[in-house]
Every structure is written in structure tokens, then in C-alpha cells.
């Protein structure tokens, strides 16, 4: 079963409003990652949040992490079409250097 | 762009056939890792590697071995390739961390159909 598991599955907007994903997992983290994933291309990192950390930005990003819920989220601001992609959040959960990736959210932001 | 290249990038094969693929890196990362992606079930990892021959399993390896002889190179062979592992294949390759896993770099992936 996944480690990880992103909620929405699908999610479409509007260009300039904000987009928010949320991922869940199930057993404790060292670290959690967000990546994106353009049509057709190979994953891209976007940001790290240690389990110490309860929050991170990265220019447009937010991500947040809850370890007591065992949760994150990704909130992307001022949405730009070129941000339609997919989204997935990865997990380290310490058994060797290696990470657990979600399922993903499909974000469609239309003009 | 970390230096990260697959090949081939598109293949067909029959059922039963051996196949291999290649993921050649310029970075002298120590980790390397491929995983397969299907739709409704993001990226799993096939096996990954710690150092030239220092390979694990992930939690989808039956049906898979790998092989790293040299720093730069780690290989995916499908010994008799079937239907079930028509998928699009992702190296990835990472400098680790200090005590956890770092930023993953991936290549732009392999598009392997069974028939």
C-alpha cells in the first residue's frame, strides 16, 4: 500500500487563485519532499520539510507538515497556467536512503 | 539540469523477451534509483543502489534485477518481460544526506510496452 497518499486526486482553477494538496502517510518521517511532474517529463524537487519543521516557503510554494496527523500540504499562491502538472509528495521513513512516493494530484489551472 | 540519461527512451517488445535498460549519470551521485510509474499508483521503487555494487530491493522487484559496475551507470533488466511490467520507467539519482534521504534528480524516463 502507498506510504503516501495525495488528496485531491484532480483538482482545476482558475489562473491567480491559490491551489491546495494535501498528502498523508502512515508511519513516522524523517523528512518529506514535494515534486512535480510536467506532462510527459521526468519528476521535479520542490521542496524539502524536515519532521522538525512545521512549515517551509519556496518563492509561490508553502508546504506545511503536521507529524501528530501525519500530514502535509502544498499550497501553491497566485496560480499561473504554467503550473498545471502533477504534484506528488515523498516520503522518508529512515529504512535506507530512499523515498516513498504518493499517488498524486493532477492541478489544471485554466486561463 | 543534473546530467541523467536513460535509454533507450521508447521500446516495444514481445512477451518473454529480455530487456534492459540503461541510466547513465554525470554527477557522481552515490544513490541510484529506478522506479516505475502507473497510472493510479504514483512511483513505486523497483530496487535502488548505494555504490557500485551495492544494490537493495524496493517494494516492487520480482521480475526485476539491476547491476551498478561503475558509478555512472546503473542498469534495469527485465529477465522475461511481461504484460504486467509495461510501464514508464524513472532512474533517479540522488547525493543522500546526512542521516536522510536528500533531493531525488530524475531522468526523463523510459516508455516500455509488453505485447
Known amino acids: 500500500s502507498q506510504q503516501g497518499e495525495e488528496d485531491p486526486q484532480a483538482l482545476s482553477i482558475q489562473e491567480g487563485e491559490n491551489a491546495t494538496m494535501n498528502c498523508s502517510y502512515k508511519t513516522s518521517i524523517n523528512n518529506l519532499q514535494w515534486y512535480r511532474q510536467n506532462s510527459g517529463r521526468g519528476l521535479v524537487h520542490l521542496i524539502l520539510i524536515r519532521s522538525n519543521e512545521r512549515e517551509k516557503h519556496s518563492g509561490r510554494l508553502r508546504v506545511t507538515l503536521d507529524t501528530s496527523k501525519k500530514s502535509s500540504s502544498l499550497l501553491i499562491t497566485a496560480s499561473r497556467a504554467a503550473d498545471t502538472a502533477s504534484y506528488f509528495c515523498a516520503t522518508d521513513t529512515g529504512g535506507g536512503n530512499k523515498l516513498t512516493f504518493g499517488t498524486g494530484t493532477q492541478l489544471k489551472v485554466e486561463l | 539540469d543534473a546530467g541523467i540519461t536513460q535509454s533507450p527512451r521508447h521500446k516495444v517488445t514481445e512477451t518473454g523477451t529480455p530487456v534492459t535498460l540503461r541510466c547513465h549519470q554525470t554527477?557522481?551521485?552515490?544513490?541510484m534509483y529506478w522506479y516505475r510509474q502507473d497510472p493510479g499508483h504514483g512511483l513505486r521503487l523497483i530496487h535502488y543502489?548505494?555504490?557500485?555494487?551495492?544494490?537493495d530491493k524496493g517494494e516492487v522487484s520480482d521480475g526485476y534485477s539491476v547491476s551498478r559496475s561503475k558509478t555512472e551507470d546503473f542498469l534495469l533488466t527485465l529477465e522475461s518481460a511481461t504484460s504486467s511490467q509495461t510501464s514508464v520507467y524513472f532512474c533517479?539519482?540522488?547525493?543522500?544526506?546526512?542521516?536522510?534521504?536528500?533531493?531525488?534528480?530524475f531522468g526523463e524516463g523510459s516508455r516500455l510496452t509488453v505485447l
Open positions: 554527477e557522481n551521485h552515490r544513490y
Open positions: 543502489s548505494y555504490g557500485v555494487k551495492d544494490t
Open positions: 533517479a539519482i540522488s547525493e543522500g544526506g546526512r542521516g536522510h534521504t536528500g533531493e531525488l534528480f
